[in-house]
């Protein structure tokens, strides 16, 4: 029996409320609901909690933590590298490891995804809705032999038959940690999600070969199981399959908000970005903070927004934008 599935009594036809996402000053605190709560950069707070993960992320501007809270009881643990919670049917597991340990990037992506398919696999909540995956100098390499090229090929190759229903929603960012270490995280939850595209974009697995051996293998976003909240993949300035505004940030805010807004009417969700819609930016260049808080402030002014300095894993983009839309 994987841990904690005893603590799970639920109607077996109600989807699970879906966890709601919170931006708050550090301070540490858990509650016995508390699915997974994290921290950005360097300075951010150590627990030995199974539910806290450091992201290797530097925060621009106050330091907040990110929670996810559930209207249930949550039990926790570590297997080795692997961290995890559940409660209310809803799982969170992380995965941190040294790709030198792994014999380099595509190894160490393929360890992680295989580390998180099992684990998955082996629960009630067998349905992955959202993934973020960070690594060290994402963009470095020519060619095929780009990192996030590799961390391509190895996350396919680990993922295993917890995906064959469909890609979730997912994030792919560098960071300026240890340049060796993998950060990969999920949520997951016992009932199929829905995945929607943006008729904007080609759909990321399609991608030409252009792109590498392996195109990228996520949705766009995932409607949750309630089709209540969308969970929305890592959007940038990509229109077609081509990146767009190369070197003007301010052109790629635009078009990224234009891409946030379709995602919205393409799974249904009411137009906009209010006090519903929490937001997290990577931005390539710790100097763009104030250009992306101006635009923020004028056409998303009541989103909570959490920024954080990021690679974008195209060279050319300068800023990508994830969250949540909530209906109600």
């Given at each position: 029996?994987?841990?904690?599935?005893?603590?799970?009594?639920?109607?077996?036809?109600?989807?699970?409320?879906?966890?709601?996402?919170?931006?708050?000053?550090?301070?540490?605190?858990?509650?016995?609901?508390?699915?997974?709560?994290?921290?950005?950069?360097?300075?951010?707070?150590?627990?030995?909690?199974?539910?806290?993960?450091?992201?290797?992320?530097?925060?621009?501007?106050?330091?907040?933590?990110?929670?996810?809270?559930?209207?249930?009881?949550?039990?926790?643990?570590?297997?080795?590298?692997?961290?995890?919670?559940?409660?209310?049917?809803?799982?969170?597991?992380?995965?941190?490891?040294?790709?030198?340990?792994?014999?380099?990037?595509?190894?160490?992506?393929?360890?992680?995804?295989?580390?998180?398919?099992?684990?998955?696999?082996?629960?009630?909540?067998?349905?992955?809705?959202?993934?973020?995956?960070?690594?060290?100098?994402?963009?470095?390499?020519?060619?095929?032999?780009?990192?996030?090229?590799?961390?391509?090929?190895?996350?396919?190759?680990?993922?295993?038959?917890?995906?064959?229903?469909?890609?979730?929603?997912?994030?792919?960012?560098?960071?300026?940690?240890?340049?060796?270490?993998?950060?990969?995280?999920?949520?997951?939850?016992?009932?199929?999600?829905?995945?929607?595209?943006?008729?904007?974009?080609?759909?990321?697995?399609?991608?030409?070969?252009?792109?590498?051996?392996?195109?990228?293998?996520?949705?766009?976003?995932?409607?949750?199981?309630?089709?209540?909240?969308?969970?929305?993949?890592?959007?940038?300035?990509?229109?077609?399959?081509?990146?767009?505004?190369?070197?003007?940030?301010?052109?790629?805010?635009?078009?990224?908000?234009?891409?946030?807004?379709?995602?919205l009417a393409t799974?249904?969700?009411?137009?906009?970005?209010?006090?519903?819609?929490?937001?997290?930016?990577?931005?390539?260049?710790?100097?763009?903070e104030a250009i992306?808080?101006?635009?923020?402030?004028?056409?998303?002014p009541d989103a909570?927004?959490?920024?954080?300095?990021?690679?974008?894993?195209?060279?050319?983009?300068?800023?990508?934008?994830?969250?949540?839309?909530?209906?109600?």
């Amino acid at each position: 029996m994987p841990p904690g599935r005893e603590m799970r009594e639920r109607s077996p036809l109600a989807a699970p409320p879906a966890p709601t996402v919170t931006y708050r000053p550090s301070h540490g605190a858990f509650s016995s609901h508390t699915l997974a709560a994290f921290g950005f950069g360097h300075d951010a707070a150590h627990h030995d909690d199974p539910r806290w993960l450091r992201v290797a992320l530097e925060p621009l501007g106050p330091g907040l933590e990110e929670v996810w809270e559930v209207d249930a009881e949550v039990l926790s643990g570590r297997d080795g590298d692997l961290r995890w919670s559940r409660g209310g049917g809803w799982l969170f597991a992380a995965v941190e490891c040294g790709e030198g340990d792994h014999g380099g990037t595509e190894a160490a992506a393929d360890y992680a995804y295989g580390l998180l398919s099992r684990f998955v696999a082996s629960g009630d909540e067998r349905h992955v809705q959202r993934i973020w995956n960070y690594l060290g100098g994402i963009n470095d390499g020519n060619g095929d032999d780009e990192r996030y090229k590799h961390f391509c090929t190895g996350r396919i190759r680990g993922m295993g038959d917890v995906f064959a229903q469909g890609y979730p929603a997912a994030t792919a960012i560098g960071h300026h940690a240890d340049p060796g270490l993998l950060q990969v995280y999920l949520l997951a939850t016992d009932r199929p999600g829905t995945p929607v595209e943006n008729p904007r974009q080609v759909s990321a697995w399609r991608y030409p070969r252009q792109y590498g051996r392996t195109p990228p293998s996520f949705a766009r976003a995932t409607l949750l199981p309630a089709d209540d909240v969308l969970a929305i993949s890592g959007t940038a300035a990509v229109v077609g399959h081509a990146s767009a505004h190369a070197g003007d940030i301010a052109a790629q805010l635009g078009e990224t908000l234009r891409n946030l807004d379709t995602l919205l009417a393409t799974g249904g969700l009411p137009a906009g970005f209010d006090h519903r819609a929490p937001l997290k930016a990577y931005v390539r260049h710790p100097s763009d903070e104030a250009i992306v808080r101006a635009f923020a402030a004028r056409h998303l002014p009541d989103a909570p927004l959490l920024l954080v300095h990021g690679d974008i894993c195209r060279a050319e983009l300068l800023v990508e934008i994830d969250g949540w839309r909530y209906r109600g």
